[in-house]
């Protein structure tokens, strides 16, 4: 068993006093006790709905290597057949922990943050980078209070690069947490209307988010999104903060990660780029103009940390969507191709985990983009986007310049705040709109046809990765030898 931390470690970065004796060292860290892998430390961290004390017996079971419990917790226990590192407060702890992990690294180490595209830029430097060395990143959208330090605590010492993704709801999330990770190069991937019900305006936002230059190693350097409109202002952030080293990425004349040429493809995009005074072309398996402008930030950071971008570009080729996240499924029909319904197998495009209206544009985008077979057609399935406050019905009630005069003209709608949109769009455009997602559901299900190609997209607590399941449950997955992304 490889260790991760050895038990002597474990407990001088906590401060933690260790009940029993102590293994040799443990294999991983946990927070769950459904997913913790034997040999794995169990942090029984209380959260909003659940305390992980509860769970003790479970992760024993489960096969914990020793257990994190809080001082205060331990009477309540009872006696416990694994053993403990007691401490005041086991997320207090975890965090010291991530600070030990993240000071013993020599890793080069990046953070993402951003309105929307945080996760696929993370995970595209998570692919790119896997290419030129060992490469630690979060776990699908680790990036709040406990996220970040368990994503540091898990960090292996002997890893080449690191990715951290960084998000935030409201101000001065983002400054503890970078001050932890203390990266590198730091991402902006955009500002965007995500979270608008938590500040007066985009300004704000972006001040907010540029709380990750104040955690930037010395000359550390700052990638922002030369094509946004607050540019100047997280330039001018950056700058405040003691960033002497910011670069632009984008189609702007005056960036460093500059695209010069792109062409876009249903299930992928070729690029031409000039990364830092060196030209290079490069093949993008995942399709979309949003994927194109994440690379130029994924390929500026990955010069910046020194990886070598021949390699770099050849591993975009097989970067491929997340689940939720663009990911594409090609479904068989039962009518197959009929006379009355000629056309091939449903494309499904899987935008079910998240929605602003920067990700809604561009997954309006992508669907345009994605041609129908035979007498198909192109289906917008879209539910609310949440977290925008007073703003949230004119934001839902735009959404309809998206729709209107394109090749989508089919459109289910469902949540509350998706009547707006519902209202606003005219009569050509053939709309369905549900209140939930389960009123939903067998709609869908039934209006589909061969040839269709239907794009989902919701804020994830709307629950439309449901519709997601629901299709992959009826129509079985069409055999083919070609890559899908």
Not at 27 to 33: P, T
Not at 213 to 234: H, I, T, Y
Not at 323 to 338: E, M, Q
Request: glycine content about 10%; aromatic content about 4%; hydrophobic content about 45%.
């Amino acid at each position: 068993m490889s260790l991760l931390w050895t038990s002597e470690a474990l407990v001088a970065a906590m401060d933690g006093r260790p009940l029993g004796p102590m293994p040799d060292g443990i294999s991983g860290i946990s927070i769950d006790s459904r997913s913790l892998q034997p040999g794995d430390a169990f942090f029984a961290i209380k959260g909003e709905a659940m305390d992980g004390h509860d769970f003790a017996t479970a992760a024993i079971k489960a096969g914990a290597g020793v257990l994190v419990v809080a001082e205060g917790k331990l009477p309540s226990l009872g006696r416990l057949t694994a053993p403990i590192i007691v401490v005041e407060d086991v997320l207090a702890a975890l965090e010291k922990l991530g600070v030990a992990s993240r000071a013993r690294s020599r890793a080069k180490i990046i953070a993402v943050t951003g309105s929307a595209g945080k996760t696929t830029t993370k995970e595209a430097l998570r692919h790119v980078l896997s290419a030129v060395g060992k490469v630690h990143a979060s776990a699908q959208s680790f990036n709040n209070h406990w996220g970040v330090p368990l994503t540091l605590a898990r960090m292996p010492d002997d890893c080449d690069y690191a990715v951290f993704e960084i998000g935030m709801n409201h101000p001065d999330e983002i400054r503890p947490l970078v001050k932890m990770v203390r990266p590198h190069v730091a991402i902006v991937t955009m500002i965007a209307a995500a979270h608008l019900g938590f500040f007066r305006n985009l300004d704000e936002i972006a001040k907010a988010k540029a709380e990750i230059f104040e955690g930037l190693e010395p000359d550390g350097a700052a990638v922002l999104n030369r094509d946004d409109a607050r540019f100047k202002l997280l330039d001018k952030m950056a700058h405040a903060a003691g960033v002497e080293h910011v670069y632009g990425f984008g189609e702007n004349a005056r960036s460093t990660f500059k695209l010069t040429k792109c062409e876009l493809h249903a299930d992928h995009s070729d690029i031409a780029a000039r990364i830092g005074g060196h030209d290079m072309i490069a093949r993008i398996g995942a399709p979309g103009r949003h994927m194109v402008q994440n690379v130029l930030a994924v390929l500026g950071a990955a010069q910046l940390v020194g990886a070598d971008l021949d390699k770099v570009a050849i591993a975009l080729n097989d970067l491929s969507a997340e689940r939720g996240r663009g990911k594409r499924h090609v479904l068989r029909h039962p009518g197959g191709s009929t006379s009355s319904h000629p056309g091939g197998p449903i494309t499904l495009i899987d935008e079910s985990y998240n929605a602003n209206p920067a990700s809604m544009a561009a997954a309006m985008a992508l669907l345009n983009a994605t041609p129908v077979t035979g007498e198909g057609r192109r289906i917008a399935v879209l539910g609310d986007m949440l977290e925008l406050g007073d703003h949230s019905a004119k934001l839902h009630a735009a959404l309809a310049d998206l729709i209107v005069g394109t090749g989508t003209q089919t459109v289910f709608l469902g949540g509350p705040e998706m009547r707006a949109l519902a209202e606003a769009l005219p009569s050509e455009v053939k709309t369905e709109y549900r209140a939930g997602v389960e009123d939903l559901k067998p709609v869908l299900l039934a209006a589909l046809q061969p040839g269709d190609v239907v794009m989902i997209k919701s804020s994830k607590g709307i629950g439309f990765a449901k519709l997601v399941d629901a299709l992959l449950g009826k129509f079985p997955a069409e055999p083919t030898t070609s890559k899908q992304t």
